[in-house]
């Protein structure tokens, strides 16, 4: 679409799409109104591809004020777009889904705004590896073990607790030794033995997360099997999906015993306050789709679209999680909105 369709929009909206929070939509500035999204993301990898995305809307966009403002984790992303601290977030599917049903963190203390979806950011897959010298080969051998998988509040954590704890591997998990510690301090417990078995994750073909490198720099480890109740377990879980990927495009430094790797993976995506103005959120959709390459180059994290469906990735079905009109309008232009994802009422 040409770059000035977002000029063409805005005299037909104009003040309408103005924000019920200050820090969304559209804001009175020094020459006229400006189009701001403030965005929630947590630190480390999260936060980078936030500053590259950052980076390609200051470069590609003459309309857009984007901004990354840190944040605690997925969870806490969730938290503060429902306190309207800002407008757009980054977070993960699994997250949302557990705000949506009050589980986990949100049992105690649930969220009354869900936001919409946008596109998909990167995703996180996750599987096992022990220290070489335990005697620990598959899934079912974790049973005893102290199993290390990620700091608490950490999503990957969550996710796979969340797999590893319902049928049909709860037997074996209800077994395990979960530690709790960072992860700055996980490479030395494992170590020092501290640690039997923990999780690798990263974005399969370009970077592990970084005590995964720390660790695997430090420690010789092996590839852990799963089992026909791992697997299971891993698709039919509802906030996860499930994938293999060959070792030779997604390794470690070392030769872990493998030449495949079964993941569940978590999908991270962007997602938009509900008052967030649509001229903002299709600006930003229109970025990242055409300047695509801007992103990759400042974060090789980011997702690389072939197309622009590829920016639907695995979202969230169901009429919980409708995707920001903003988004969906920059599909519907780009021929590539599908109508079975939801939209708001």
Known sequence: ???????????????????????????????????????????????????????????????????????PGYIGTLYRLDQDQFNAGITDNNSMSKAVEGRGDFEDRGVDLIPYQGFAAFPYSIYIVARDDTDIETFDDLAGANVYPAEPGYSTRATTLDVWSQDPTADV??????????????????????????????????????????????????Y?????????????????????TPYEDWGLEQDIGTDEVFTWD?????VFHPDASDDAVYELC???????????????????????????????????????????????DNDAWDDSLPTPE
């Open 266 to 270: 978590l999908q991270v995506n962007y």
């Open 286 to 332: 229109r970025v990242v789709d055409e300047h695509n390459d801007t992103v990759n180059e400042a974060e090789d994290q980011f997702n690389d679209f072939e197309s622009t469906e590829d920016m639907l990735g695995q979202a969230l079905e169901g009429d919980d999680f409708p995707f920001h009109p903003g988004a969906v309008e920059y599909y519907q």
């Open 173 to 222: 998990y209800d077994e395990m030794n979960i530690m709790d510690m960072g992860v700055s301090d996980a490479p030395g417990a494992m170590e020092e033995g501290r640690i039997d078995a923990a999780i690798a994750y990263g974005t399969p073909g370009v970077s592990y997360t970084g005590w995964v490198t720390e660790y695997d720099a430090r420690v010789d480890v092996h």
């Open 1 to 71: 679409m040409p770059e000035d369709g977002v000029n063409r929009r805005r005299f037909i909206r104009g003040a309408a799409t103005a924000s019920a929070i200050g820090l969304a939509g559209c804001i009175g500035g020094g020459g006229g109104d400006e189009m701001q999204l403030r965005v929630g993301t947590s630190a480390g990898g999260t936060q980078d591809v936030g500053l590259a995305v950052e980076r390609a809307v200051s470069q590609h966009s003459d309309e857009l004020d984007y901004s990354t403002v840190e944040s």
């Open 224 to 244: 852990v099997e799963p089992t026909d109740a791992l697997e299971q377990s891993a698709d039919t879980y509802a906030g996860a999906s499930s994938s293999r």
